[in-house]
């Protein structure tokens, strides 16, 4: 059987795939640069570190968005038919919630920062 790049009513394809496991990894990501960022005690290694989570951020959004964009654009597999009445019934609210949390969390972050009395300016990746 053929990689499909795209879904089909059977099965995901390996672009979903991938931007799902990039996700996941990139929020693990997140969480741990989050947790060490608070406990460097070098000024400097902790702004840079800051700089970093707020890019990955960035990324982390943009992959998210294009994840909801791809996820409305193609077929979504159907659930084996081992799968019980409620789990068919709460399977898309679980999936919007999770959609929902994933852009709530980058655009809370962004808009924690964009309002800071600090006023450092957030520089994606040092690139812009």
């Known amino acids: 059987m053929p990689a499909l790049i795209t879904n089909n009513t059977t099965r995901y394809g390996w672009a979903a795939i991938a931007l799902h496991w990039l996700i996941a990894a990139a929020f693990i990501g997140q969480f741990v640069l989050g947790v060490v960022m608070m406990r460097v005690s070098s000024q400097r ?13 960035f990324l982390l959004l943009g992959l998210v968005i294009l994840r909801i964009a791809w996820r409305l654009g ?12 409620f789990e068919r019934r709460t399977a ?3 999936h919007f919630a999770l959609y929902a ?3 709530a969390l980058p655009l ?21």
């Open 45 to 57: 290694t902790a702004f840079e570190l800051i700089q970093l989570h707020k890019s990955f951020g």
């Open 74 to 85: 193609n077929a979504v597999p159907a659930l084996p038919r081992s799968v019980g009445r």
């Open 92 to 94: 898309p609210l679980v």
């Open 101 to 103: 949390f994933q852009l």
């Open 108 to 128: 809370s972050g962004w808009a924690l920062v964009s309002v800071s009395v600090l006023e450092i300016p957030s520089v994606p990746f040092n690139l812009f």
